[in-house]
């Protein structure tokens, strides 16, 4: 696949970690495919989910919008 953009990349680790938006959100607003904001996350290791909508940041449990 392509490589992202490092802008992309910093922006989607910022909505990964800073909000409780979905990942399909996170790729919408940022033009880019859900598959792109999931490989971000797990090279990342930013959220760890917990079932399909419940994520860990930080050992923080949240609950994707």
Known sequence: GT??????????QEL???TDL???TIAVRL???KS???TVNHR???R??????????????????
């Open 3 to 12: 490589d992202l953009p490092r802008w992309t990349i910093q922006r989607c």
């Open 16 to 18: 990964l970690r800073q």
């Open 22 to 24: 979905g990942l399909p």
């Open 31 to 33: 033009g880019v495919s």
């Open 36 to 38: 792109s904001v999931v």
């Open 44 to 46: 990342y290791k930013i």
């Open 48 to 65: 760890e989910y917990v079932g399909k909508r419940s994520f860990r940041i930080d050992g923080e449990l949240h609950e994707a919008d």
